[in-house]
């Protein structure tokens, strides 16, 4: 099942990282195995000069479904989104499901 943006907590979450402020933006979401594991596109903005450019990235996560409600679990999903922001360069895929 497709899920829009907004029914998501992390759309348009901002992050501070060692690299700088990013906001986290949704481009799409799907349910998967019977609705346990969500598949998430993320676009990563982080602005260059004055907000009139951004440097963007793309990611995509996949994520068990109650740790993005749940306040405790979402602190731990957000801090693996920075880790992987400080820590790569580029494009890429983070599995959260599969540890």
Do not use: C, N
Not at 36 to 48: A, G, H, M, R, Y
């Amino acid at each position: 099942m497709t899920m829009q943006p907004e029914e998501l907590p992390l759309h348009l979450s901002e992050i501070d990282t060692s690299k700088g402020k990013w906001l986290i933006a949704v481009y799409g979401g799907a349910e998967a195995q019977t609705g346990e594991t969500i598949l998430l596109k993320l676009v990563l903005e982080q602005p260059v000069d004055r907000g009139e450019h951004f440097r963007a990235r793309e990611l995509g996560v996949m994520v068990l479904a109650p740790e993005l409600y749940d306040p405790d679990a979402f602190a731990d999903v957000v801090s693996r989104i920075r880790h992987w922001i400080e820590t790569t360069e580029g494009d890429g895929f983070l599995d959260l499901v599969h540890r």
